[in-house]
């Protein structure tokens, strides 16, 4: 059974950089069949996908964060991890990571981190 672990602080400083980790367990971030995606939902509104990293570590942006939006992979443990930085409170949302099947949806989740920007 698949089983994506996020990792990160919940609570980050206005101008700071957000960092949250997606670590994978039962598939290997390396399978030529994903994108392995962060997404997130900000109070009162939508899902909003930030970005996603392919097997071969091709990444992709929204172009709405692109300027401030990074992110990488660790292929010895698993990983992928999301950073955003210059934050603001705006930034404030639930983050996801989650895996897609090549645009077939999502089918795996994370278990969503409360990131809080506030000094």
């Known amino acids: 059974q698949v089983q994506l672990q996020q990792s990160g602080p919940g609570l980050v400083k206005p101008s700071q950089t957000l960092s949250l980790t997606c670590t994978i367990s039962g598939d290997s971030i390396t399978t030529n069949a994903y994108y392995w995606s962060w997404i997130r939902q900000a109070p009162g509104k939508g899902l909003e996908w930030m970005g996603a990293i392919t097997h071969s570590g091709s990444v992709y942006y929204s172009p709405s964060h692109k300027s401030r939006t990074s992110i990488s992979r660790d292929t010895s443990k698993n990983q992928f991890t999301l950073q955003l930085s210059s934050v603001t409170p705006e930034d404030t949302a639930v983050y996801f990571c989650?895996?897609?099947?090549?645009?077939?949806?999502?089918?795996?989740w994370g278990q969503g981190t409360q990131v809080t920007v506030s000094s």
């Open positions: 989650a895996r897609d099947p090549y645009g077939l949806g999502y089918d795996f």
